[in-house]
């Protein structure tokens, strides 16, 4: 069971942002922006790379679930960033798929 699956089974804490029956959204415990936010998709899908066709409602939701919590935190204005991160050298550290949300200050580019 991975750690976000033991979020959602709410046997380990987290600051919980957001939920709905498809995905939970939650404060980053290693915030790299004043607003660091994970989404997560209730079903296990490990990464990106191995997201299906049948998965493309939700994967549409995890985006939508992102707006939501960037207009919930104040970030629509000011402007945000969504990100996923697939294997190593994508810095994917879960191994279950993640959308993080960062705001509240300028984000540099190209990324590190
Ligand atoms: P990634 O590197 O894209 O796989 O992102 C995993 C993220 O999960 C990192 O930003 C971690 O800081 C975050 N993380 C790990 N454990 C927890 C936890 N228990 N609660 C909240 N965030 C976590």
Same mark, same amino acid.
Do not use: Y
């Given at each position: 069971?991975? +750690? #976000?699956?033991?979020?959602?089974?709410?046997?380990?804490?987290?600051?919980?942002?957001?939920?709905?029956?498809?995905?939970?959204? #939650? $404060?980053? +415990?290693?915030?790299?922006?004043?607003? $660091?936010?994970?989404?997560?998709?209730?079903?296990?899908?490990?990464?990106?790379?191995?997201?299906?066709?049948?998965?493309?409602?939700?994967? *549409?939701?995890?985006?939508?679930?992102?707006?939501?919590?960037?207009?919930?935190?104040?970030?629509?204005?000011? !402007?945000?960033?969504?990100?996923?991160? $697939?294997?190593?050298d994508g810095?994917?550290?879960?191994? $279950?798929?993640?959308?993080?949300?960062? !705001? *509240?200050?300028?984000?540099?580019?190209?990324?590190?």
């Amino acid at each position: 069971m991975s +750690i #976000f699956e033991k979020i959602i089974a709410r046997q380990i804490p987290a600051r919980i942002v957001a939920e709905t029956d498809e995905w939970i959204a #939650f $404060h980053d +415990i290693q915030p790299q922006a004043p607003v $660091h936010v994970l989404v997560v998709p209730k079903k296990v899908i490990t990464r990106i790379g191995e997201a299906e066709d049948s998965d493309a409602l939700l994967l *549409g939701a995890l985006l939508l679930g992102a707006k939501q919590v960037a207009r919930s935190l104040g970030l629509l204005d000011s !402007g945000f960033r969504v990100v996923l991160n $697939h294997g190593r050298d994508g810095g994917e550290t879960v191994p $279950h798929l993640h959308v993080h949300v960062l !705001g *509240g200050r300028p984000l540099g580019w190209p990324p590190g």
